[in-house]
């Protein structure tokens, strides 16, 4: 009887469809990494350092140390390295211990801050946007639970809302009926998600009992708890999106660990048994990312030039301020002329920019410089496409109309760095600018750094340190030469390899 090898037994159980969607995880030792690929392609993108847990969800006990009235925010101490930034606008009422302000709060109207929170007052606060740059992490008083159907907002006035994403009318009736027929704890408000759609009433409400169960743990916990720190630990990134990101389009979540696949096997069996078997663990020599074709893809994520299929290109630049996006045609002669060539380009360009968007997690104000259009109803269809686009995206974005200029303007919600902070260092000789100085410049700064020493202190001997590129080039160029007839000196020098380029000592010779 023929046996087949066990070499093709695995290759023929690794095989996959490159077109299927999937979510890929990969648990390394100091980072987990996990991707979505939509019909073949990098879809989104999210990583984790493990030294460094991202904190936005996290619930803690803090104590208000400083309240600005001129900004109306207070700084909240929650056991972090800096204090965070509360706002008036996130502060929920039910934290207002002086009676006589809660009731004129609700039949006046807000109130200043000042009347609100004192110093010193113990406040939940949960952790709503990230560290960006040198900013703290910004904090809310109204706290929010989400779950793999349902997101519920305790005490939040009972208001129930169905995600928008769910289109259908009957559906969206049969969402809040079952909605409807659960006991909502402590006054919460509920919003039902995307991914509840379809879905049945015990399923629902299942979701429903592990939040209610919850929010009791951090209510005890927030009790015991008398000095700052954390109440509540949002889940890991791959467990989060694996919540969020399970949908009924997803056909396997592939985990590389076997100590990772089964953190998420008894996590789903929890929130969504009957998911538990899309949960796979991958058992091939090769590198996951590289299996599946992401770590390609994902090299690419941090060039400046992205090319379109078409043969046009866009080129992606971050500054301070805002990101700006330019579309160009390239080498796209595609089209039967030219305002045709220029539609093609901005509008499959258009697919791209979101998706860049989403894998290179940029956020603030983003202005895209299409290709100018002639027509009117181009510009419409634009517009219309990038908003369809952006629907799909998990953070908020906000799109303008074209400018007279051409531009399109939009904001997406910024909750945490880029991950571009996250690969990269800055470049310790540029500083982040791209660009160092050429050796002419350096030279002639040297020149002009010597002269003016020598000019300070007659008679004195000087020795130069620099980089050897830098004293040969000066030796080339006969300065030193130059230097002793003009000042009537010495001039001795030192080559030093380990110096950078562009640093460069001048003193006194002993």
């Known amino acids: ?11 023929r159980e690794d095989s996959v469809d490159p077109q299927e969607d999937r979510i890929v995880i990969n648990d390394g030792k100091d980072v987990i990494r996990v991707a979505i690929m939509r019909k073949g392609k990098l879809d989104d993108f999210f990583v984790q350092e493990k030294s460094q847990n991202r904190i936005t969800g996290n619930i803690y006990k803090g104590r208000v140390e400083k309240i600005v009235k001129s900004i109306q925010a207070a700084f909240v101490n929650i056991g972090l390295s800096r204090n965070g930034f509360l706002h008036i606008s996130d502060i929920h009422m039910r934290i207002i211990e002086d009676e006589e302000v809660k009731e004129r709060r609700e039949n006046f109207g807000r109130k200043p801050i000042e009347d609100m929170l004192k110093e010193g007052q113990m406040v939940l606060v949960q952790v709503i946007k990230d560290y960006i740059g040198t900013k703290g992490v910004r904090l809310s008083t109204n706290i929010s639970l989400p779950g793999r159907y349902i997101v519920v907002m305790p005490g939040s006035m009972s208001q129930k809302r169905i995600s928008r994403k769910i289109k259908d009318k009957k559906e969206r009736e049969r969402l809040k009926t079952i909605i409807e027929e659960f006991p909502v704890f402590d006054s919460a408000s509920v919003i039902v ?9 015990k399923i629902i409400h299942r979701d429903l009992k592990n939040l209610q169960s919850l929010w009791e743990q951090i209510g005890k916990q927030s009790e015991r708890v008398t000095q700052v720190g954390l109440i509540h630990e949002e889940l890991d990134i791959a467990k989060r999106v694996v919540r969020d990101m399970l949908t009924e389009d997803i056909v396997s979540v592939v985990v590389d660990t076997k100590e990772k696949y089964d953190d998420i096997q008894k996590f789903i069996k929890v929130i969504a048994p009957q998911m538990k078997y899309r949960i796979k663990q991958y058992k091939g020599v090769q590198n996951i990312f590289s299996r599946f074709g992401i770590e390609k893809e994902f090299q690419k994520v941090f060039d400046k030039k ?4 078409c043969g046009g290109y866009i080129v992606i630049e971050k500054t301070e301020a805002l990101v700006s996006v330019d579309v160009n045609t390239g080498r796209n002669v595609s089209g039967s002329n030219d305002e045709e060539t220029i539609f093609q380009t901005n509008l ?14 940029l956020g603030g104000i983003i202005i895209i410089d299409y290709i100018d259009m002639k027509a009117q109803k181009h510009r419409r269809e634009i517009f219309k496409k990038l908003k369809e686009e952006l629907s799909k995206d998990k953070s908020k974005t906000t799109i303008y109309p074209f ?18 902070k996250t690969f990269f260092d800055e470049c310790p000789r540029c500083q982040g600018s791209g660009r160092i100085k050429s050796i002419a410049m350096i030279t002639s700064e040297v020149t002009d750094k010597l002269k ?3 000019s300070r202190q007659r008679g004195v001997l000087a020795v ?21 007839r003009e000042y009537n000196t010495e001039i001795s020098y030192l080559k030093d390899e380990d110096l950078d380029i562009e640093k460069y000592e001048i003193v006194q010779r002993g």
């Open 306 to 309: 992205i090319w379109l299929k």
């Open 348 to 361: 499959e360009a258009t697919d791209e920019i979101a998706r860049q968007l989403r894998l290179r997690n």
């Open 403 to 420: 400018t007279k200029l051409g531009l399109l303007q939009m904001t997406r919600q910024r909750v945490e760095e880029s991950w571009e």
């Open 1 to 11: 009887m023929f046996r087949i090898p066990k070499f093709l037994k695995r290759k």
């Open 452 to 454: 003016a020493f020598l």
């Open 193 to 201: 998600r995307t991914a509840a759609e379809n879905k049945n009433r």
């Open 464 to 484: 130069v340190r620099a980089n050897p590129e830098i004293i040969n080039n000066l030796i080339a160029d006969k300065v030193f030469d130059e230097i002793e």
